[in-house]
């Protein structure tokens, strides 16, 4: 067991973990965040997805003892002052239907517009590609995130 | 999943003293930079360390620089790093091309290049548009620093020429001495996760020079000497393509598997030799990237 300190969602934590923990793992059943999910466990289907440091990452392939000292967002922390015009704007166009990719893309398109306001469609493409969605066919996403990136 | 084994994890924080640990633990210790193949190899039982050595504390390890006609691409420099370097895309756009192509954005964020010709699965994306450049890697041990040709780096799939006791420091890529574009094709069902099933390096210089490797196609990624001889000495004509497709038969030795099928990828090696083949050409006619 090592301890770590983390900022997660804005608050300072600080936990025990063992080097063969990944990151899902400690963040789903020791620290009671669930919006990461396992979806293939292998880093293809982007369910996993939190952003460390600011840049998206696979949680099921992140070691959670490598995350020392740094801060780590998920979907909880993108909302907790209310829902982005992002996420406005995923409603708007009723862009989920399961919701078990939502968590993924979210992340995904908003670290793209942290980084480029106004991206253009091949930008949100190459950004939400390898977060895998069976419900929509991705078109309604993709232009969630064009209204936005348009404003 | 949990990681069905233990294991101890270090975090060095100067070269010297990875250096020293891995002297002492050789192959029972595996680097660990961005992890996306090592996790799962773990996860699959694949690779079972006794401990992690973490290189991320290493500072030097970082950052894309140029020096004198070379650039250098150290261990921990991510392919994000790679996508989004101004100097990367205007010196050498093969690397551009091919990081951008390299699964998902949340990938990319994480995987390191270093990392990827170390795994070495035949079908990277990195090792063919190394091979053109005639990239180094730049390795440090116990018993000093070693420089392995990326032709002689490759041994089999999954398998490289690296000693137990090495630290791969950086990929130095020399910048050619005269004008010259590259350009990257890879054959994959979608973006975002597939690897690819079959990739075509093209490398054009000035002189009517020509560099072609082959990616995914056999167990280990490879140049050509005899195509790009016949490009060199024969011209780009629509009857040397030809040719040369037929000579792609004899140099490739795809595999039938759950993603395609060998005589799938040898079709689609041919198509994408010749669109990396124009590809590169047009570029080179390019001003903007001449070196």
Known sequence: ?151 | MAIPFEFGYEKPATLESAVRLLGELGKEARLLAGGTDLANQMKQGFRVPKLLIDLKGIGELGGIRFKGDELQIGALVTFHDIRHSTLVREKMNILHEAAGLVASTGIRNRATMVGNICSAVACMDSAGPLLVHDAVVCTVSIRGEKRYPIGKWFIDNRKTAIGDDEIVTHIAVPIPQKKYAGAYQKMMRYSGEDLSQANVSVLALGGAEFRVAFGSVGPIPKRSPKIEKILTTEGTSKETIEKIKQEIGKVISPITDVRATREYRLHMTRVMFERALMTAMERYRKPHIIA
């Open chain 1, 1 to 151: 067991m090592k301890k770590i300190s983390i900022t997660l969602n804005g608050e300072s934590r600080t936990i025990f973990v063992e080097p063969n923990e990944t990151l899902l793992e400690v963040l789903r059943d020791k620290m009671g965040v669930k919006s990461p999910k396992c979806g293939c466990d292998s880093g293809d289907c982007g369910a996993c997805t939190v952003m460390l440091d600011g840049m998206t990452v696979r949680s099921c392939l992140v070691f959670a003892i490598e995350t020392d000292g740094q801060e780590i967002i998920t979907l909880e922390g993108v909302s907790r002052n209310g829902l982005t015009p992002l996420q406005k704007s995923f409603l708007k166009h009723n862009v989920f239907q399961c919701g078990y990719c939502a968590p993924g893309m979210v992340l995904s398109a908003t670290e793209l517009l942290n980084r480029n306001p106004h991206p253009g469609l091949h930008e949100i493409r190459e950004a939400i590609a390898g977060n895998l969605c069976r419900c929509t066919g991705y078109t309604p996403v993709v232009e969630a995130i064009l209204e936005v990136a348009k404003k």
